[in-house]
């Protein structure tokens, strides 16, 4: 049993306000919010995989508040703490390869954080090929994940996640992260890559398709 949900349910109704004040200490989100949207200024139809119970969709839908969301995970919490506009999100309980059945090519702008370092070694190169299929001809992929360190922000980090959600985390080096992604999406693909707030743990990357030029107005932060 994992003991995270058990004792944020202790929290009752601050349970949200703890969350947000507990992630805080690990990464800002809002930052990598603005980020993105610098980045990547304009999006209508995104989607974003492994949203958990829905801190990061927040931002996406406060980001592009003309865009339409999804929002999936494999967890059945899905999108559990969203608040904000709920009209143009949605949130399913699926995995992105049953997603990229029913729409494939479908996403201008795919979001993909904190997740990796959850997923089995085993199982990341077809997570980010299926990722892959469901980005749009002239899409994007951001993502972001915890690089490990030998520093104690990351010993804290690996023990939070490993004692608290109880997953089984693995977390990539700089190079193995970008070694995965470009090995779906070519060599040359990585347009943009900078740290977050408050730890240099935390690293945004920004992925476009070799056939696709970088429009270097998007990307002046
Ligand atoms: C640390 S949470 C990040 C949640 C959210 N992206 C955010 O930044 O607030 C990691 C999430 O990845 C999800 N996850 C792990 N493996 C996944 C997979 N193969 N497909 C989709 N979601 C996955 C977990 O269920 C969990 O909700």
Same mark, same amino acid.
């Given at each position: 049993?994992?003991?995270g949900?058990?004792?944020?349910?202790?929290?009752?109704?601050?349970?949200?306000?703890?969350a947000?004040?507990?992630?805080?200490?690990?990464?800002?989100?809002?930052?990598?919010?603005?980020?993105?949207?610098?980045?990547?200024?304009?999006?209508?139809r995104?989607?974003?995989v492994?949203?958990?119970?829905?801190?990061?969709?927040?931002?996406?839908?406060?980001?592009?508040?003309t865009?339409?969301?999804t929002?999936?995970?494999?967890?059945?919490?899905?999108?559990?703490?969203?608040?904000?506009?709920?009209?143009?999100?949605?949130?399913?309980?699926?995995?992105?390869?049953?997603?990229?059945?029913?729409?494939?090519?479908?996403?201008d702008?795919?979001? /993909?954080?904190?997740?990796?370092?959850?997923?089995?070694?085993?199982?990341?190169?077809?997570l980010?090929?299926?990722?892959?299929?469901?980005?749009?001809?002239?899409?994007?992929?951001?993502f972001?994940?915890?690089?490990?360190?030998?520093?104690?922000?990351?010993?804290?980090?690996a023990?939070?996640?490993?004692? /608290?959600?109880?997953?089984?985390?693995?977390?990539?080096?700089?190079?193995?992260?970008s070694?995965?992604?470009?090995?779906?999406?070519?060599?040359?693909?990585?347009?943009?890559?900078?740290?977050?707030?408050?730890?240099?743990?935390?690293?945004?990357? /920004?992925?476009?398709?070799?056939?696709?030029?970088?429009?270097?107005?998007?990307?002046?932060?």
């Amino acid at each position: 049993m994992r003991p995270g949900p058990l004792i944020r349910r202790l929290f009752g109704p601050h349970e949200r306000r703890v969350a947000e004040a507990y992630r805080r200490i690990f990464v800002d989100l809002d930052e990598l919010a603005g980020l993105m949207s610098a980045w990547v200024p304009r999006a209508q139809r995104i989607l974003e995989v492994g949203c958990g119970e829905g801190a990061m969709t927040e931002r996406i839908a406060r980001a592009y508040p003309t865009a339409a969301v999804t929002a999936i995970d494999i967890s059945p919490r899905v999108g559990r703490l969203f608040r904000g506009q709920t009209f143009a999100v949605t949130f399913r309980q699926e995995t992105i390869a049953d997603l990229v059945c029913r729409e494939p090519a479908s996403f201008d702008l795919v979001v /993909l954080s904190d997740v990796i370092h959850h997923v089995p070694a085993d199982a990341r190169r077809s997570l980010i090929g299926a990722i892959d299929q469901a980005i749009a001809p002239n899409g994007s992929l951001f993502f972001k994940d915890w690089v490990v360190s030998a520093s104690p922000i990351h010993w804290l980090c690996a023990l939070s996640d490993r004692y /608290l959600t109880g997953d089984d985390v693995a977390y990539c080096t700089l190079g193995g992260l970008s070694a995965l992604v470009t090995d779906v999406f070519g060599p040359g693909t990585i347009r943009r890559m900078d740290t977050v707030r408050p730890w240099h743990n935390n690293v945004a990357v /920004l992925l476009q398709r070799s056939d696709q030029p970088f429009s270097r107005d998007t990307a002046n932060r």
